[in-house]
């Protein structure tokens, strides 16, 4: 379960990058949703290495928080 924690986060980066390919963003939202998917992956990381309790609800909010982040960053980026 760990290995399949870090596996996505780490798949997640590419994907969330994947609007500025397209043209949809700017660099603005790259290195925001670079950064987010950074920390993001890091929480994932030590979730798996230190499999605790405390560390799997780190973890939750950590993605309650990425994904409305995330697409205020896009919307901050298109005003910008």
């Known amino acids: 379960t760990g290995g399949m924690i ?3 986060s ?3 980066i590419p994907v969330t990058l994947m609007p500025v390919r397209m043209g949809l963003a700017g ?5 925001g949703a670079l950064g987010l998917g950074l920390a993001f992956l890091s929480c994932g990381t030590y979730t798996a290495f ?3 309790p405390a560390h799997a609800r780190r973890l939750l909010l950590a993605s309650v928080i990425y994904l409305p982040s995330l697409l205020a960053w896009m919307a901050l980026d298109k005003v910008l």
């Open 10 to 12: 780490a798949l997640l």
């Open 50 to 52: 230190f499999r605790t």
């Open 6 to 8: 870090v596996l996505y």
């Open 27 to 31: 660099a603005s939202y790259f290195y």
